[in-house]
């Protein structure tokens, strides 16, 4: 499978095109839930049981009631009206299973960063990565019951990423919200790439 890349400066077609999107965050933001969210087909998923093992290694707090984690990546696809298909690969949030990032980011067109406010620092380690990479990202704010909510700019504040990251309050949980996630990223990626969005 290929996909289409923003830097190539070919014209959008009208044929079938295949865009791989990474999404990315930190421990139990919320990744495997928005893959299966919005997926057309049957989610793949790598989730096992926290166990004794990983006590001391993982960090659970402000999300203690987790009980799987993802230990290889989530994979699902959406297509839009405008012919356009995304294929989505989650990618692990703990640290011990980072070393997969480089081949799950190969051949992406951009990321969506899940932050967590409960959890706002495990972000840092997604936003640098796809900043070194040049790697178009938004940030997702996955709104929690009962986490602490805040706006956009005091968001943008705490995580310091440049004014033309988009970021988006969202709740993963409900499709029309994961979807609009989704289209924000493919437009960001085409905007920084000077590419037309296709209509649809």
Same mark, same amino acid.
């Given at each position: 499978?290929?996909?289409?890349?923003?830097?190539?400066?070919?014209?959008?077609? /009208?044929?079938?095109?295949?865009?791989?999107?990474?999404?990315?965050?930190?421990?139990?933001?919320?990744?495997?839930?928005?893959?299966?969210?919005?997926?057309?087909?049957?989610?793949?998923?790598?989730?096992?049981?926290?166990?004794?093992?990983?006590?001391?290694? /993982?960090?659970?707090?402000?999300?203690?009631?987790?009980?799987?984690?993802?230990?290889?990546?989530?994979?699902?696809?959406?297509?839009?009206?405008?012919?356009?298909?995304?294929?989505?690969?989650?990618?692990?949030?703990?640290?011990?299973?980072?070393?997969?990032?480089?081949?799950?980011?190969?051949?992406?067109?951009?990321?969506?960063?899940?932050?967590?406010?409960?959890?706002?620092? /495990?972000?840092?380690?997604?936003?640098?990565?796809?900043?070194?990479?040049?790697? *178009?990202?938004?940030?997702?704010?996955?709104?929690?019951?009962?986490? *602490?909510?805040? /706006?956009?700019?005091?968001? %943008?504040?705490?995580?310091?990423?440049? *004014?033309?990251?988009?970021?988006?309050?969202?709740?993963? %949980?409900?499709?029309?919200?994961?979807?609009?996630?989704?289209?924000?990223?493919?437009?960001?990626?085409?905007?920084?790439?000077?590419? %037309?969005? *296709?209509?649809?």
């Amino acid at each position: 499978m290929s996909y289409t890349h923003f830097d190539t400066g070919a014209a959008v077609q /009208d044929s079938p095109t295949a865009i791989k999107i990474l999404i990315a965050g930190g421990f139990g933001a919320g990744k495997t839930t928005l893959v299966g969210t919005v997926s057309e087909i049957r989610p793949l998923r790598t989730e096992e049981a926290l166990t004794g093992a990983g006590v001391g290694v /993982d960090d659970t707090s402000g999300v203690e009631a987790k009980e799987t984690t993802t230990v290889a990546m989530d994979f699902g696809r959406i297509t839009f009206r405008n012919n356009v298909a995304l294929y989505l690969f989650g990618t692990p949030g703990q640290h011990r299973f980072w070393f997969m990032w480089d081949e799950l980011a190969r051949g992406a067109a951009g990321a969506v960063i899940i932050a967590d406010t409960r959890r706002l620092g /495990d972000s840092f380690a997604a936003i640098d990565y796809f900043e070194q990479r040049g790697t *178009p990202f938004v940030v997702a704010v996955n709104c929690f019951d009962g986490a *602490p909510r805040y /706006d956009v700019h005091r968001v %943008r504040a705490a995580l310091d990423v440049d *004014p033309d990251v988009p970021i988006i309050l969202c709740d993963v %949980r409900r499709r029309e919200s994961a979807k609009l996630v989704l289209v924000s990223v493919v437009e960001h990626a085409l905007r920084l790439a000077g590419r %037309r969005i *296709p209509a649809g």
